[in-house]
């Protein structure tokens, strides 16, 4: 497969939507991951546990998969020899208590399931692990219980806090310090208690000043009371933090010793979640488990594209057995383009185990490879027109080809003339038939309609259409070749009869009418007298021979009391005697009535200018104050 197939038939869309599904980051990095796989086992494999999810999903009310949350990151500093904190630890233990839940929920389930209940043999239980770590951390914190030397430790820091908050209290109480305190309370600063001191007081008061207020008007001083039992806590704290580190490094270190096991159960877990993540999804869109294939025989009934949305008519579609390339034919916006969609969307979610919105009797090919050319691929940047694209598009699909392939092609042979199109469309698809693919193509092309009708391996297919209501059904007919509907929409229109027979004609016989108009239908010019000549009065858009030059012109301004006209000739402006042009036509005969003849002597860039400013266009803005800074300078 190419990303282009990918992007095109939205498959990468549809495995988003499967993704919401997802109890954590190990099942949607799968998904990620995930492409339609060509082997046929493998995907027998895939839908076989979509559908085990699905009935679990089923008959059980709750599958145990809460509580589960990817540990890459934590496996990976663990291998790096690092030791993990005490939430990276309460995350493993959850991680295990996982795995334990779902292992213990697939252990009775090899009856309904038993694809997905052998995976959970290969999951180990770490109990051992779990029970340590619920046991040393509490509240994501080391607990006092994990080691008698932590509690020790603790008790002490508790009893010699004690003691400070007994002496410092004191020092609060004493009524000759009562002028010293700025507030009444105990304050910690750097991990020693103080008490707040008003700055002018300073040195009445034995201490140690730890810290000044931002306004300097007071001073946060250790009182030597307590300056010991402050140093004594802080050794305390030291022997507390080494203490929690031999914890935390030794619950780090059981890890370590089972990091293999923990990485299957991660992939285990991982794969758990991606498929009961596409039961979900099958239980929402009420998806059946397709019947698969390898020989390229595919037969939809009741098809829905996944990512349609309301009122969708579902497709019914069969290729592979009794014909092997398809021609479907129709209007435009007549649902061509999303029939092959939904064949192309359908076939990689069946590859990639998903489960479909059909009825149970549809069956879908595994193919090596889907390639489809749709929509507009033009190129700004590598300079390649519509066509040229979908030729690059289709020589780059010739080259990789096999006659296990699946084709999908939009308006095959079109962006270029007609015949050529056609013919090369021809040779395009008898090319693939020939190398063993199977081939689904729209077209207008009649000449693709006539060779498909004459192959024996080639069938025609027809899009419905309303005659009554000059709306698309959006129903594929097979074995019907359909019309674009031109002449039908155009009678309906009411245009002329007589057009719509000689265009009949035309369809099927190219033998032209190519006489001459009748010549009392010309409209001509009125013949000029020279004395109308002489006396005639110049109007702005009459065209001119300028007499001197022998060149044509237009009139701009009419004349003067010099008897001087202002020509517009070759885009400049000529003042000229009016007895030294000659009248060729009015503009009464070159314009009609409501015609603006300002816009005659406008020339286009003007007008485009013009046209942009009215709409607001900053570029054409920016243009104008470009032109005012340079005739400033």
Known sequence: MNTMTFEKLQYNELKEIVKTYCVSGLGKGLLDKLQPSANLKVVKTRLQETTEARKLLDSESHVPLTGISNIA???????????????????????????????????????????????????????????????????????????????????????????????????????????????????KKSDRYTIPIKAAYKNHVAGTIVEVSSKGSTVFIEPSAVAKLNMELASLKAEE????????????????????????????????????????????????????????????????????????????????????????????????????????LLTLAAMSGFHIAADETTEIAVFDQVFVDIGDNQSIENALSTFSSHMKNIAEIARMITNNTLLLFDEIGSGTEPNEGAALAIAILEEFYQMGAITVATTHYGEIKRFSKMHPDFMNAAMKFNSDTLEPAYKLIIGKSGESNALWIS????????????????????????????????????????????????????????????????????????????????????????????????????????????????SYKERKLEHDIQRGSKKALRKIQKDMRKNRE
């Open 491 to 602: 009678k309906k229109m009411n245009l002329r009869d007589s057009i719509l027979e000689k265009a009949k004609v035309y369809i099927e016989n190219k033998d032209y009418n190519l006489n001459y108009v009748r010549e009392d239908r010309i409209r001509k010019p009125k013949a000029i007298s020279s004395m109308e000549a002489k006396d005639y009065e110049y109007e702005i858009g009459d065209k001119v021979k300028l007499l001197e030059h022998n060149e044509y012109g237009i009139v701009y301004k009419k004349r003067n009391e010099f008897n001087n006209i202002v020509v517009l000739c070759n885009e400049a402006f000529m003042e000229v005697n009016y007895k030294r042009v000659a009248l060729e036509i009015k503009a009464t005969d070159l314009y009609p009535a409501d015609y603006d003849l300002n816009s005659l002597f406008v």
């Open 241 to 344: 933090g080494i203490e929690e580190y031999q914890i935390l490094a030794g619950l780090s270190g059981l890890i370590l010793e089972k990091i293999a096991e923990i990485k299957v159960n991660v992939e285990l877990i991982g794969q758990y979640d991606m498929v009961f993540a596409k039961a979900k999804y099958s239980r929402q869109i009420d998806g059946i488990e397709p019947n698969v294939n390898d020989y390229g025989y595919m037969k939809l009934i009741s098809c829905k594209h996944p990512l349609l949305t309301g009122k969708i008519v579902p497709l019914d579609f069969e290729i592979g057995k009794e014909y092997r390339s398809l021609i479907i034919t129709g209007p435009n916006a007549g649902g061509k383009t999303v029939v092959l969609k939904t064949i192309g």
């Open 73 to 187: 990151n934590i496996i990976e500093k663990l291998e790096k020899g690092m030791m993990l904190d005490s939430s990276e630890l309460v995350g493993i233990s959850d991680f295990l208590r996982g795995c334990r839940k779902i292992k213990r929920f697939m252990a009775d389930k090899e009856f309904f399931a038993p694809v997905l209940s052998s995976y959970a043999y290969s999951m180990t239980e770490l109990t051992g692990i779990e029970e340590e770590i619920n046991f040393s951390i509490k509240a994501n914190k080391v607990d006092s219980a994990a080691s008698k030397e932590l509690k020790r430790i603790r008790r002490h820091l508790e009893t010699t806090e004690d003691k400070i908050a007994e002496h410092l209290n004191k020092f609060l109480r004493s009524s000759k310090n009562k002028d010293y305190i700025q507030e009444f309370f105990i304050s």
